[in-house]
């Protein structure tokens, strides 16, 4: 099967259970920015330094990417149908467990902070936007199962926390407003 | 001429032939979009190694961004109105033709792939998703060129052999799920 | 206080007087979009070589993304409501004395150039697009502060500029269209 099949060319595409709905459905929509955080976050993962912190972080962050799949399968499932792929519970345990963790070390905040630092973290600002943004297209869609906000909400908190971890391992001076506004 | 002309500041803006529509308009969301992902590949670009495959690989990559400044000028053209710059059917067999032959080196897939590996394939990727966003944006647009359709379809195709082939170059290893589901 | 709070997993969220409204509500798009727009600028940043003009260079973006806190904070505000953070008349004519100044040693142009040359100007001509794109989303709010439209509508000439120059100072080529267009 040739990875272009011209198919789509008219402007239409196929949900999962091959349902045809115009290419700016709702739903290919939201699956489609899931597609594009999961991008980022691997343009985050791709700037890590070679050091074990961020060999943990990268199967952590995998394993996000994973899930993101199963977030895109409930998302191109039309309702009343049920797809193989089943986001759980425990995948946002597993967010907020690893944002427990990776807070340990970090000062505690009384004010926004500057997106920027190193590289890796200001891509991973950058994800979490995207993120924000995936959850604000996933909210329209009727009958969405509770699941996949809920992971989004929280997918945007972690990678928040996710990049102060990586510029506090990385040494990298964590940017602040010009103005103090504590 | 300033390049800050402030006739935009109430909102609105002009069309190729001088229409002016608001900056909401489906239109100028869609070719705002295409130079959207057009700074990405531009971004992904300048993570290329210095190397003979990445030379070509450049020259193939800014003759796909100059030809979105041909699909730019066909979106930003009102229905029924012809504009001097022409999106052709050779453009779109261009980016078929570089598929097929950075295919060859090329693992088939059973399954999906993490985005990422590295920078600048994540990079690539990221605006694999961006097209996608644009060609979700450009098939509401009532009486669009069926060709730019067509060519921001191919674009995403081509954009995901591309990383693929860049990882494959850079001898980066491509990320896979981190369950099996082939 | 957690980061995590879990309000926000039913889709809806507050603006900064409490009323209560949907994540997909025009004015979080906007401020969300503005988010992005400042994590891509940070991300631009992230990529500053460490020498003299970008020390001044980084001073100028940080204060350009503290400012993006205070459009964020007038989006944010219902209409009819005033906010701590005023966004002001200076803070336009900050981007414009910079544009200003930067633009001295730039080649003028008589046609579009291709959005690349050097990872950092790269990122800002995305972080341009971005804005563009929040730019896009705040014309549509009801009631919407007028400077708030003035400075996203100057912000991507501003970083339009800054790119080239970033490019310049780096003695980086500023890629061209494949075809000439003049
Ligand atoms: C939804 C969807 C997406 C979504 C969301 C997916 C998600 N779960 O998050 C997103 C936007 C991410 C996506 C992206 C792409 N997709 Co898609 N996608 C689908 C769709 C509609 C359902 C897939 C799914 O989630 N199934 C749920 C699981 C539980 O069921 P499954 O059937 O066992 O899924 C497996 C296969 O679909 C699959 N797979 C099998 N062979 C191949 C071959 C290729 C090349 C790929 C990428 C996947 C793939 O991988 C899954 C896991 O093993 C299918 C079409 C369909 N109706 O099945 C196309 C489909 C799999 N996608 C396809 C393509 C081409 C792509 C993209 C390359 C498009 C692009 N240019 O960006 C990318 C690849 C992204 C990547 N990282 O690998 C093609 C693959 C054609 C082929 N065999 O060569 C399909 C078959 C559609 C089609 N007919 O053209 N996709
Ligand atoms: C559509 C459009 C866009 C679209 C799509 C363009 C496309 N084809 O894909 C996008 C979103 C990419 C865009 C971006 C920008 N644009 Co514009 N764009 C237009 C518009 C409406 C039509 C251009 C077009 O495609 N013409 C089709 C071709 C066939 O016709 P042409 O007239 O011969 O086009 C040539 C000139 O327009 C031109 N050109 C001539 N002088 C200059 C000077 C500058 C600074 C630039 C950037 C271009 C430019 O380049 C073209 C090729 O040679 C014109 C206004 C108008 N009505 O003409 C503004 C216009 C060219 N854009 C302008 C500006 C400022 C920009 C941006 C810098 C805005 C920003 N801050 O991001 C960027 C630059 C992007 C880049 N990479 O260079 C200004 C240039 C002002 C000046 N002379 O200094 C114009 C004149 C609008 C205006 N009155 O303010 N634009
Ligand atoms: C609008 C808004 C945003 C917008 C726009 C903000 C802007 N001005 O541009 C955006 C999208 C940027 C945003 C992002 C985030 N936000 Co917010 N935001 C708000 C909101 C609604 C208003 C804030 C504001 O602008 N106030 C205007 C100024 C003048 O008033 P102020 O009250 O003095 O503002 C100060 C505090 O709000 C604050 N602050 C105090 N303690 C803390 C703690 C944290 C962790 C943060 C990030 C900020 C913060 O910093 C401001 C300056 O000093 C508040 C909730 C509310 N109703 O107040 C949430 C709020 C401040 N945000 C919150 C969070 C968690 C975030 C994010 C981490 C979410 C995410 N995962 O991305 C990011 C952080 C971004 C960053 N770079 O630091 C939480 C903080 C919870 C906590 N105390 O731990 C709040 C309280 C909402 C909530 N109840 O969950 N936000
Ligand atoms: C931190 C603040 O961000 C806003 N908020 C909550 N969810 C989103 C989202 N998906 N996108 C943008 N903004 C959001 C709320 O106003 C919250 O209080
Ligand atoms: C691979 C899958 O991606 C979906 N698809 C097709 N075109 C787009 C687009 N522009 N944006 C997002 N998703 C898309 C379809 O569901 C297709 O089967
Ligand atoms: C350079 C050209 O870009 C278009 N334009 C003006 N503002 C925006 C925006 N926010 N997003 C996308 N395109 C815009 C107008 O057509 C202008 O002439
Ligand atoms: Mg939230
Ligand atoms: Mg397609
Ligand atoms: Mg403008």
Chains 1, 2, 3 share one sequence.
């Not at 739903?27 to 060999?55: H, Q």
């Not at 989004?152 to 972690?158: K, T």
Request: with cysteine.
């Amino acid at each position: 099967m040739k990875i272009y099949t011209k198919t789509g060319d008219k402007g239409t595409t196929s949900l999962i259970f091959g349902e045809r709905v115009s290419k700016n459905d709702v739903r290919v929509d939201a699956y489609g920015t899931c597609d594009e955080a999961n991008s980022m976050i691997g343009f985050g993962v791709s700037l890590f330094p070679k050091e074990k912190w961020a060999e943990n972080a990268t199967t952590v962050m995998q394993k996000v990417q994973t899930v993101l799949f199963h977030v895109g399968a409930e998302l191109a499932t039309p309702a009343g149908k049920e797809v193989a792929w089943k986001l759980k519970e425990e995948d946002i345990s597993f967010l907020e467990e690893t944002i427990d963790q990776w807070q340990v070390g970090l000062k505690p905040l009384k004010q926004f902070i500057l997106p920027g630092g190193s590289p890796s973290a200001s891509a991973l600002h950058t994800a979490r936007t995207i993120a924000r943004r995936a959850e604000r297209i996933a909210v329209e869609i009727e009958g969405v199962n509770p699941l996949v906000l809920s992971y989004l909400n929280r997918l945007s908190d972690f990678l928040f926390v996710a990049a102060r971890y990586v510029n506090e391992q990385m040494k990298v001076n964590e940017p602040v407003l010009h103005e103090d506004h504590s």
